[in-house]
Structure formats: C-alpha cells, structure tokens
C-alpha cells in the first residue's frame, strides 16, 4: 500500500514537470517548480496512507462479515444434512447450559447484583459479643449504650419482627410487622414511596403509625395512594398508616419479610438481659469496616469499665449477614455446574470430532481447490459457534422450564433475592455459548487438513478412514476425561446423601410423630394475663375434647424453627467471675407440654394447672444446663432469677431432656423454661399431640379457636415432622441439586462411552466377520470390543477417585457423621461408573456379536 501510494504521487509530480517543460523549463527547474507546487510530499503520502488504511480496513471488516455469514450458512446447511448429530449436540448442550444458566441466576440474585440499598458498603451489623463469641442479638439498652457511644456511626436502627393479628378488614388474619427504632429510614437510605416516614418523637414513643410494605400495599391496596390516613386495627390497636416503604427494605428479612413497619414500643420486660434485636448502622464517610471495629472495641471497653455490661460490640458487614450461608452453598452449586459443563464440552467434542474425521475426504478436496489450513479451521470454529449458540437458545428455554423449582429453591434457601432470567442472565449465556463452542471446537480445528491428501482421497468410503486408531484413542481421551469428572460429582452426591441419613437419625430430643402446630396472636389491649390464662384454658380444653387428641399445649418456640430468646439468668446465692454469669435460652410452655413432644422428665415433675399466678414461681430446666450450672447433681430445689417478666425468684422443680433447637447438626443447647400460666405471652404456639394424621384435624382445631374467639386466626398449621425435616431443608436442597448434576453427569458420560464403542464395531466390522469366520464365538467378540474399551473406562475412573478425594473436602461443612474421604462411597462412586460404563460399551458389543459373518466381510475395511 506504501509503494502504492509513492507510485500516485511520483505519477502527479511527473505530469506536473512534463507540462512545465513544454512551457520552457528546464528539467531540473522543472521538477524543483512542482515540487513547489505540490507541497508537503510526506504529508500527503501520510495522509492518503491513511485513507487508503481506513477504506481497507472497512474492506476487510466487510469481507469478515460477508465470509462470516457465508460460513454461518454453510454451518446451518451442514447442521440440516446431519439431523441427528444436530440434535444430540444441541440438545447435550441445552441440558449442560440451562442448568449452568439456571444456576447462574441464583448466583447472580444472591452474590453479584448490588444491595438494594444506596452505599452498601458504609452499611453494617452490630452485634453483641458474650464469652468471646459474637453473633448475639442486641438488648434494647445495649442498642441505647451504642447510640450513646458510637461516635463513626452516621445513623443507627435496630428492628425485630412479630405477628399482629389485623381486623376489621374481613375476616382476622396475621400480618408480620417490622417493629423498629432509631433512624430506620436514614440508615437504609430509602424514602416512602407515598406518604412520610417516622418522626423522631413517634419512634422514641412508640407512636402507633405504620409504614405499608409496598408488596403489602400493591396486593392488598392495588397501589391506591387514598390508603394514607386509613385506620388499621392491629391486634385491637388502631394504628394510623402514615406511608408506604419500599419493598428494599424487606431485604432485611428475605425469607419473612414484614408486611407493616412501626415504632417499637418500649416494655418493662425488655430488660438488658433480654436479646432480641438485630441493628444495622451506617458508618460515616471514609470510616472503614475495619477502622469502626477498633473504636468500636475501644467503646465496648469504656461501657464495660462503666460498669453497665460485660459484652463487647462486633461490626459486620450488611452483606455478609444477609448472604450468610447462602455463599457457600451457590459457590459449591458453581463448582457442581462447572463440573458438567466440562463434561458437556467433552461430550460434544466427541460428537464434533467424530464428524470432522468423518468430513476428511470433504477438507481434502477443498484444500485440493486451493483453500487454506487457515480458512478450514476458521470454518470449523464458525461451525461450532453456530452449534454452540443453538445450544445456548435452547438451553434459555431449558433454564426458563427451570425457573419456577430455582425460585422455589432461592426462597426455600432464603437467598438475598430470587432467580432472575434477565438480560443479566441472557449475556452470560451469549458469552458462555461462545466460550463453549470455542473450547470443543479448537481441537477438530487444529486436526483439519493434517492428513494425507492423496491417501485421503484414495480411501474415500474406507471406515476406517474416521480417523484410524489415533482418532479413536483420542476419543476415548475425552470420553475418560467425562468419567473422571462424573466419579466427582457421584462422589459428592452420595457423601452429602450419607450426610442427610445420618442427620435425619439425629435423636432430637423429642417424638414429633403425631403433633400438629400453630400459631395464635392475642391482641394487646383486649388481652390482658388473666384473660390471655383464660383463653388458653379454653383452648387446651376443647382441642383435649376432640377424638384422638391426646395432649395439647403452648410454648414460645418451637424445636427447629427460626426466632430464639436467649439471656441471662441468676441463680440465687452463688456468684460467678465476670463475664461468666448463667445464661440460656429462654421458652415459656403451658402444662402438657412436655408430655405433648414425648420430652423425658429426667427428675422432679413437670408444669401442672396448679402452676399459675399467685402460686410460688417455678422453672424446669434441661439436662445440658444442669450440668453446666449445677454439675454437683443439686440443680432440683434450687432458686433462681428468670429475669423476665419477673424480677422475683422461682424454683427449679423439674429436669427434662434436652432439645435440638439450632440444628440437627448442632449440640443441644440449655434451656430454662417457665410456666405459661404465670406469663402467658400475646403470640405463642400450640402443639396437638393425637393418634392418626394430625393434617386431619386443621378444620377441627380452626373451629375450636373460631369458638374461643372468631378474631383470633390460626397462622402456619402444620406438622412436628415437617418442621423437623424443613430444619434440613438448605441440606437437602444441595443434595438434591448435586445429585441432579451427577445422574446428568452419568447419563452424559455413558452416551459418550456408548458412542466409542459404536463407532469401534463400525470400523471393525470386517475384522469382526473375518474372526467369526474363523470360528470366535459371541463371547469372545463381546470380549474383544469390551478389553478396547476397558483401559479408558479403568483410567478414566481411578482419575476420578484421584480427584474426587481432592475435591470433596470443599463438602466438609455440609457433611455430618461422614468424613470428606469415606473410602465406602468413593469406591460405591467408582463401581457404579464402571459398571454403568461397561454396560454402555457391551450393548454395541454385544449387537457386533449378532453380526452375519458373510455380510459383515462384504464391508468395506
């Protein structure tokens, strides 16, 4: 292009100077005269470089895209000829990429998109550290002591949610409110979407107003901005609704979130003992997480010295706590849908470089017409590509088919937010389809055009001409490859279902067989303790009544389910060293409870109807607290301090069992309970113990609360059993998934074992005549094709017992009761692999050993 242009501009100045010689001059006057003329030489050769570079480089992009939609064409012209390998190939790709897609959602929900709160990064969790440990929930006078001293924080809320019953609007149900205090609004960063939010004096009060929340106010409301003003009666309380929040903020709850917000109500029962609240702060500009834990540290010291408390003050970032363990279970998902994918590639490279040795006598003739080893393998990449985004379509509409059961898993879970088939979502899966097609499509690039082109030709329709016993052994290179990454997943699924067996084996400390669960919600002001008494008497007595009831009673929590009261207690006339005064957690249960949920009375006697207010105050307490706090064995008679709802004493006359709260995977912790009838609470639950399915009996037990009182609705009814295997959920969710993964990982790896063997009979199929001919049996060709196949399998599965034991230690925290390299199911992975893939290999086997001999020798090879 240089030379070109030297050669236009050289062209002018000679025109030039043979004009001006006709005029007169001389030659070198002439040549001195254009050269005046014309200027800057170099300038102008640079400039029309330049455009000359600009027009060729339009050129070539031109060319690009006009050869690339002609081998587009070509691509989808060869997929229509080939229909059955187009549609095993898309569809293997659809299967690994929807799942990878669907996945993907999850991830991108819970870990990618941003919090939906403006500079999440100044955003934290304050907890409450006791005995070293942090985690703990916040008092109410904790939450004060930290607005006091906190001096990095720009603005501060602490909030806890419980049920109120709404009336007055058909018929009574319960609604979930948000009870908050402090700047809830200017901590989050979020404006009412209509209406205002709390004053300063209405949330220091207790004011009863409300914010909708906007799910809330759409379902219930349609959106309607006349709701403003509007009087709701919860739990017999008119409550003006001042405004909407935004559904952000339900981020805070994303399993439960609230449905109204209101100022906390200070009560005498929330005592510094009391832990309860979660508080989110918002730390000043250019104070950083780590910067505010110091001063935080130097805070919490300060108050101790003061002499208010003995707990310190941790900080941790927003995210971390709303993903909690949510992280590691989509990362250990990832890794799963990876492991797939890469099996998937395998497969499908399989498929693609059995049709490119298939297409050799085609690339012969071309690059004997004159096309290049270049452009072949361009051609090649663009046919993979074109499979590659066909899969990718496809696998969209597999994601989409998936959608529903991945939102059902992310709200199971809890993730920060559902699955999402967004654009988001759609660019990942643009992006993977070409990265994938790229990756099983290089290696059938680099393969054309390197055979002999006169032995190609030559042996046109030879079977063999597939690609001899090179092409097959890499084959079976990749298809070894797929079982050594299906042993891992196989692996990993039967360690983690191990895992469920063991946990579902798990003494619990109680016999839900039989019960049925809900929830009540008195309302306040209706309601005081005697009435609250009454009611529950009323209750206990007609659900008792009803035909195979045979226990019925309340407690503040229930075994395994979310919420927990947790603090301190004393125990009169013993003294503990600071920071080590008694604690447990805290439950309050009506007579018949134990007996109800089958918990052993180890000592004493349980709570009776004689158990109520102006009687002498009682606890019981369970066997791992009496150890803890009394291991002399002298825990009956002892007297102790609830502190709550009680500043008096109580005696402990009962020890019971202990009860799995936090997990089946986790150690019992110590409780101490206290009798209904002497502080009956507004919202508990009610346990029916009975013969037969206890789901029989939702419509009896609705009418029995319907009896006491029509405004009192039953909430969540369900089973014991349900709950206790719901308490496994997130378990079983990532068993499920990844044994999902590993049956698609085995079903993938057999066809790929199937298809080697096929493609072995084919191009063996005179060899296998000849040996008939001559007297083999059936079995020894069933022997023959299986020993061929036999390497790769045996190579392909001790790879993946290599890796699986790697691998699966990342299982470690989602294991129980089985170590990470439990020999038993690594080799049960191994054997079914084999066998499975032995089964693959003798189906082809065992079709060559029916093959007529004669027939089988007219084949050609």
Same mark, same amino acid.
């Given at each position: 292009?240089?030379?070109?242009?030297?050669?236009?501009?050289?062209? =002018?100045?000679?025109?030039?100077?043979?004009?001006?010689?006709?005029?007169?001059?001389?030659?070198?006057?002439?040549?001195?005269?254009?050269?005046?003329?014309?200027?800057?030489?170099?300038?102008?050769?640079?400039?029309?470089?330049?455009?000359?570079?600009?027009?060729?480089?339009?050129?070539?992009?031109?060319?690009?895209?006009?050869?690339?939609?002609?081998?587009?064409?070509?691509?989808?012209?060869?997929?229509?000829?080939?229909?059955?390998?187009?549609?095993?190939?898309?569809?293997?790709?659809?299967?690994?990429?929807?799942?990878?897609?669907?996945?993907?959602?999850?991830?991108?929900?819970?870990?990618?998109?941003?919090?939906?709160?403006?500079?999440?990064?100044?955003?934290?969790?304050?907890?409450?550290?006791?005995?070293?440990?942090?985690?703990?929930?916040?008092?109410?006078?904790?939450?004060?002591?930290?607005?006091?001293?906190?001096?990095?924080?720009?603005?501060?809320?602490?909030?806890?949610?419980?049920?109120?019953?709404?009336?007055?609007?058909?018929?009574?149900?319960?609604?979930?409110?948000?009870?908050?205090?402090?700047?809830?609004?200017?901590?989050?960063?979020?404006?009412?979407?209509?209406?205002?939010?709390?004053?300063?004096?209405?949330?220091?009060?207790?004011?009863?107003?409300?914010?909708?929340?906007?799910?809330?106010?759409?379902?219930?409301?349609?959106?309607?901005?006349?709701?403003?003003?509007?009087?709701?009666?919860?739990? #017999?309380?008119?409550?003006?609704?001042?405004?909407?929040?935004?559904?952000?903020?339900?981020?805070?709850?994303?399993?439960?979130?609230?449905?109204?917000?209101?100022?906390? #109500?200070? =009560?005498?029962?929330?005592?510094?003992?009391?832990?309860?609240?979660?508080?989110?702060?918002?730390?000043?500009?250019?104070?950083?997480?780590?910067?505010?834990?110091?001063?935080?540290?130097?805070?919490?010291?300060?108050?101790?010295?003061?002499?208010?408390?003995?707990?310190?003050?941790?900080?941790?970032?927003?995210?971390?706590?709303?993903?909690?363990?949510?992280?590691?279970?989509?990362?250990?998902?990832?890794?799963?849908?990876?492991?797939?994918?890469?099996?998937?590639?395998?497969?499908?490279?399989?498929?693609?470089?059995?049709?490119?040795?298939?297409?050799?006598?085609?690339?012969?003739?071309?690059?004997?017409?004159?096309?290049?080893?270049?452009?072949?393998?361009?051609?090649?990449?663009?046919?993979?590509?074109?499979?590659?985004?066909?899969?990718?379509?496809?696998?969209?509409?597999?994601?989409?088919?998936?959608?529903?059961?991945?939102?059902?898993?992310?709200?199971?879970?809890?993730?920060?937010?559902?699955?999402?088939?967004?654009?988001?979502?759609?660019?990942?899966?643009?992006?993977?389809?070409?990265?994938?097609?790229?990756?099983?499509?290089?290696?059938?690039?680099?393969?054309?055009?390197?055979?002999?082109?006169?032995?190609?030709?030559?042996?046109?329709?030879?079977?063999?001409?597939?690609?001899?016993?090179?092409?097959?052994?890499?084959?079976?290179?990749?298809?070894?490859?797929?079982?050594?990454?299906?042993?891992?997943?196989?692996?990993?699924?039967?360690?983690?279902?191990?895992?469920?067996?063991?946990?579902?084996?798990?003494?619990?400390?109680?016999?839900?067989?039989?019960?049925?669960?809900?929830?009540?919600?008195?309302?306040?002001?209706?309601?005081?303790?005697?009435?609250?008494?009454?009611?529950?008497?009323?209750?206990?007595?007609?659900?008792?009544?009803?035909?195979?009831?045979?226990?019925?009673?309340?407690?503040?929590?229930?075994?395994?389910?979310?919420?927990?009261?947790?603090?301190?207690?004393?125990?009169?006339?013993?003294?503990?060293?600071?920071?080590?005064?008694? =604690?447990?957690?805290?439950?309050?249960?009506?007579?018949?409870?134990?007996?109800?949920?089958?918990?052993?009375?180890?000592?004493?006697?349980?709570?009776?109807?004689?158990?109520?207010?102006?009687?002498?105050?009682?606890?019981?307490?369970?066997?791992?607290?009496?150890?803890?706090?009394?291991?002399?064995?002298?825990?009956?008679?002892?007297?102790?301090?609830?502190?709550?709802?009680?500043?008096?004493?109580?005696?402990?006359?009962?020890?019971?069992?202990?009860?799995?709260?936090?997990?089946?995977?986790?150690?019992?912790?110590?409780?101490?309970?206290?009798?209904?009838?002497?502080?009956?609470?507004?919202?508990?639950?009610?346990?029916?113990?009975?013969?037969?399915?206890?789901?029989?009996?939702?419509?009896?037990?609705?009418?029995?609360?319907?009896?006491?009182?029509?405004?009192?609705?039953?909430?969540?009814?369900?089973?014991?059993?349900?709950?206790?295997?719901?308490?496994?959920?997130?378990?079983?969710?990532?068993?499920?998934?990844?044994?999902?993964?590993?049956?698609?990982?085995?079903?993938?790896?057999?066809?790929?074992?199937?298809?080697?063997?096929?493609?072995?009979?084919?191009?063996?199929?005179?060899?296998?005549?000849?040996?008939?001919?001559?007297?083999?049996?059936?079995?020894?060709?069933?022997?023959?094709?299986?020993?061929?196949?036999?390497?790769?399998?045996?190579?392909?599965?001790?790879?993946?017992?290599?890796?699986?034991?790697?691998?699966?230690?990342?299982?470690?925290?989602?294991?129980?009761?089985?170590?990470?390299?439990?020999?038993?199911?690594?080799?049960?992975?191994?054997?079914?692999?084999?066998?499975?893939?032995?089964?693959?290999?003798?189906?082809?086997?065992?079709?060559?050993?029916?093959?007529?001999?004669?027939?089988?020798?007219?084949?050609?090879?």
């Amino acid at each position: 292009m240089e030379r070109d242009v030297r050669d236009e501009v050289e062209f =002018h100045l000679e025109m030039q100077v043979r004009v001006l010689i006709e005029r007169g001059y001389t030659a070198e006057a002439a040549r001195a005269e254009a050269l005046r003329r014309f200027g800057n030489v170099a300038g102008v050769e640079r400039r029309l470089l330049e455009m000359d570079w600009r027009r060729e480089r339009r050129m070539r992009r031109w060319r690009a895209l006009r050869d690339l939609r002609r081998d587009a064409g070509f691509a989808l012209r060869g997929l229509r000829r080939r229909p059955v390998f187009a549609l095993v190939a898309v569809l293997t790709l659809a299967l690994g990429m929807g799942a990878t897609a669907s996945v993907f959602a999850l991830v991108d929900g819970a870990l990618l998109r941003p919090l939906p709160f403006p500079d999440e990064e100044e955003l934290v969790y304050v907890r409450d550290v006791q005995d070293g440990e942090s985690g703990y929930p916040a008092s109410l006078a904790e939450f004060d002591d930290w607005l006091a001293s906190l001096d990095f924080l720009a603005g501060a809320m602490t909030f806890a949610t419980r049920p109120y019953t709404l009336t007055g609007e058909g018929s009574a149900e319960l609604v979930m409110a948000g009870m908050v205090r402090g700047a809830p609004l200017a901590t989050l960063g979020l404006r009412p979407l209509i209406g205002r939010s709390f004053g300063a004096a209405e949330l220091d009060g207790g004011a009863n107003v409300v914010l909708l929340d906007e799910v809330f106010w759409s379902e219930r409301y349609a959106r309607r901005s006349d709701v403003l003003g509007r009087t709701l009666r919860l739990s #017999d309380e008119p409550y003006e609704v001042i405004g909407v929040m935004a559904r952000e903020a339900g981020a805070l709850r994303a399993g439960n979130p609230p449905q109204v917000w209101m100022p906390m #109500d200070r =009560h005498p029962a929330m005592t510094r003992g009391l832990h309860f609240l979660d508080v989110i702060a918002r730390l000043r500009p250019h104070v950083s997480v780590e910067q505010a834990g110091l001063r935080a540290d130097a805070a919490a010291a300060r108050i101790i010295e003061a002499g208010e408390t003995t707990h310190g003050i941790a900080l941790v970032r927003l995210r971390e706590v709303l993903v909690g363990d949510a992280r590691a279970v989509l990362l250990l998902l990832m890794a799963a849908v990876a492991v797939v994918l890469l099996i998937v590639c395998a497969n499908v490279a399989n498929l693609v470089l059995a049709q490119a040795f298939d297409r050799r006598r085609e690339f012969a003739v071309r690059i004997a017409l004159g096309a290049g080893q270049v452009r072949l393998a361009r051609q090649v990449i663009t046919e993979s590509i074109v499979l590659g985004l066909a899969g990718g379509i496809a696998g969209m509409g597999v994601a989409w088919l998936l959608s529903r059961t991945v939102n059902a898993v992310s709200v199971t879970a809890g993730f920060l937010a559902p699955a999402a088939l967004d654009a988001r979502v759609l660019a990942f899966m643009l992006l993977l389809s070409v990265l994938v097609a790229v990756l099983f499509g290089v290696w059938p690039a680099l393969r054309v055009g390197r055979s002999d082109l006169a032995e190609t030709l030559r042996r046109a329709g030879d079977a063999r001409s597939l690609g001899g016993r090179g092409a097959l052994g890499r084959r079976r290179l990749l298809a070894g490859a797929e079982l050594a990454l299906c042993v891992v997943l196989l692996a990993g699924a039967g360690l983690l279902a191990r895992s469920m067996v063991n946990l579902l084996r798990q003494d619990t400390g109680f016999d839900a067989r039989g019960v049925l669960t809900f929830w009540l919600s008195l309302p306040g002001p209706r309601y005081d303790d005697v009435r609250r008494t009454a009611f529950l008497d009323d209750l206990v007595a007609r659900l008792e009544a009803m035909p195979g009831v045979e226990h019925a009673a309340m407690v503040s929590h229930l075994p395994l389910e979310r919420g927990d009261t947790y603090g301190g207690f004393e125990i009169v006339g013993r003294a503990f060293p600071e920071g080590e005064d008694p =604690h447990s957690k805290k439950r309050i249960a009506s007579a018949g409870y134990f007996e109800a949920l089958g918990i052993p009375l180890l000592a004493g006697r349980t709570f009776t109807e004689r158990d109520r207010a102006g009687a002498p105050e009682v606890v019981i307490i369970t066997e791992s607290l009496a150890r803890r706090y009394w291991p002399d064995g002298d825990a009956l008679g002892s007297r102790v301090r609830y502190l709550w709802g009680s500043e008096g004493e109580q005696e402990v006359v009962g020890l019971v069992g202990d009860v799995k709260h936090d997990g089946l995977d986790r150690p019992a912790d110590g409780m101490i309970f206290r009798p209904a009838g002497q502080f009956v609470q507004s919202g508990f639950a009610v346990v029916v113990k009975g013969s037969g399915d206890p789901l029989r009996r939702v419509d009896a037990v609705r009418a029995a609360v319907r009896a006491v009182d029509p405004d009192v609705p039953v909430r969540v009814p369900g089973t014991m059993e349900s709950i206790v295997s719901g308490s496994v959920t997130g378990r079983r969710t990532i068993m499920m998934l990844i044994s999902a993964f590993a049956t698609l990982a085995l079903v993938l790896a057999t066809v790929g074992v199937y298809a080697i063997a096929a493609q072995s009979v084919s191009q063996r199929t005179s060899e296998i005549g000849l040996r008939m001919a001559v007297g083999a049996g059936r079995a020894d060709v069933v022997r023959l094709i299986v020993r061929a196949e036999l390497p790769a399998i045996l190579v392909g599965a001790l790879a993946g017992l290599a890796g699986a034991v790697a691998a699966t230690r990342m299982l470690d925290a989602w294991l129980f009761g089985v170590a990470a390299t439990d020999g038993v199911t690594l080799a049960s992975a191994v054997a079914l692999l084999a066998l499975v893939a032995i089964l693959a290999t003798w189906i082809p086997a065992r079709r060559a050993a029916r093959l007529d001999p004669l027939r089988a020798l007219r084949t050609e090879g």
